[in-house]
């Protein structure tokens, strides 16, 4: 994950070089700025408009470290929708409070706001209702069971009926594994939720008067290229790639490769982009896939193994069905697995 981290008082620096070395253990990526640079953090101009609207494109994870109006008044230009914005937490200087005030759920402020606050020692501060209610929060649930929402528009409607007491409508293309939590109903109701194979023909596509829309993100894309391909390049044979096999880019659930591209900023930059899980193998592991694989001496001499794309996309869909092999251009190869997945309760 890449955070950005903001910070404005010399006290708030120190509380922000603290916060930088454990997230780097956590295994983050991190750039931290401050008025009062040194070290690791990188001085801060003036114009924090222009630097919250970088962190926007560039940061699933903005962490500022001071007032809650100065952050509100930093983000509010920049705001797009759930579904997008990166997560973002405001902590006093102190480290007393932790608290998201954006993209609690799906962008995982909550979850990040109770890390920082337990390294801390802090408190986090959570107003999301369903969170505070103890009741099921629907978009913590898909994220949690790798499930795109088609209409997000559409969580209110469930949300606000689940902390109503009131029994949500369950269709399910897919097997179900565990039983069906009390809160859902197979019978006809106003609010449902329903997950679909999007490779149905005639899926029934309103079994609800409101209806929660999702679909699970089945495919694992495994990708090699040349170092320091221009990150355009990679993008547009990825997305190439996935328009050739009819797969919507928010139906792929993260991209894998060898570890030693681990560094490669094309590969990085478009998991940050589309919000992949980036998932890396030694040449060794790779080599254990089972399966077909087409072969090459060149990767083999470099990687020391004859393939990356193709084995790396059978380990990240966990020994998944491989539907589409090594596909190449202007050093660029991808392939694509598809795993099998169950709806669990």
Same mark, same amino acid.
């Given at each position: 994950?890449?955070?950005? !981290? ?15 070395? +454990? ?7 991190? #750039?931290?700025?401050?008025? +009062?640079?040194?070290?690791?953090? !990188?001085?801060?101009?003036?114009? =924090?408009?222009?630097? *919250? ?43 007393? +409070?932790?608290?998201?005030? =954006? ?10 706001? %109770? ?12 107003? $999301? ?12 649930? *898909? ?18 009926? !689940? ?12 097997? #179900?594994?565990?039983? =069906? ?16 194979? %999007? ?11 409101? $209806? /929660?829309? !999702?679909?699970?993100? =089945?495919?694992? #894309? ?13 993008? @547009?044979?990825?997305?190439? *790639? ?10 792929? +659930?993260?991209?894998? *490769?060898?570890?030693?591209?681990? @560094? ?5 930059? /478009? ?47 966990? %020994?998944?069905? /491989? ?23």
């Amino acid at each position: 994950m890449r955070i950005t !981290l903001i910070s404005f008082t010399q006290k708030s620096s120190l509380l922000c070089k603290r916060l930088v070395d +454990y997230l780097k253990e956590e295994g983050h990526s991190i #750039v931290a700025y401050s008025k +009062y640079g040194g070290g690791e953090l !990188l001085q801060m101009e003036d114009n =924090l408009s222009a630097l *919250t609207g970088k962190a926007f494109e560039d940061s699933n994870s903005i962490i500022f470290i001071g007032a809650a109006g100065i952050a509100v008044r930093a983000i509010a230009p920049f705001l797009k929708n759930k579904a997008s914005d990166p997560a973002v937490i405001v902590i006093n200087e102190t480290g007393e +409070y932790v608290i998201p005030i =954006l993209s609690g759920h799906l962008g995982g402020a909550n979850s990040l706001a %109770h890390k920082l606050a337990s390294f801390l020692g802090g408190r986090a501060i959570i107003t $999301t209702a369903t969170d505070i209610n103890g009741v099921f929060s629907v978009d913590v649930w *898909t994220k949690e069971n790798g499930l795109h929402i088609l209409n997000i528009e559409n969580i209110k409607y469930i949300s606000a009926a !689940l902390l109503k007491g009131q029994k949500i409508g369950f269709r399910c293309d897919f097997p #179900v594994e565990g039983e =069906l939590p009390e809160f859902f109903t197979k019978d006809t109701t106003d609010y449902g939720i329903y997950i679909y194979d %999007h490779k149905k023909q005639n899926a029934d596509k309103q079994p609800f008067k409101n $209806t /929660l829309f !999702l679909c699970p993100k =089945l495919f694992a #894309v495994g990708v090699g290229c040349r170092k320091g391909i221009p990150e355009e390049i990679l993008e @547009e044979v990825f997305l190439e *790639t996935l328009a050739a096999e009819n797969i919507p880019k928010n139906l792929v +659930y993260c991209v894998a *490769t060898i570890d030693i591209k681990k @560094e490669e900023e094309a590969i990085i930059r /478009l998991c940050d982009k589309f919000r992949y899980c980036l998932k890396l193998y030694t040449n060794k592991e790779l080599m254990e896939a089972k399966g077909s694989f087409s072969s090459s001496g060149f990767v083999r001499a470099v990687t020391g193994v004859d393939n990356v794309c193709e084995r790396a996309a059978i380990l990240a869909s966990n %020994h998944g069905k /491989l539907i589409m092999g090594k596909r190449a251009r202007d050093g660029v190869t991808v392939a694509i697995a598809e795993r099998a997945w169950r709806c669990s309760f």
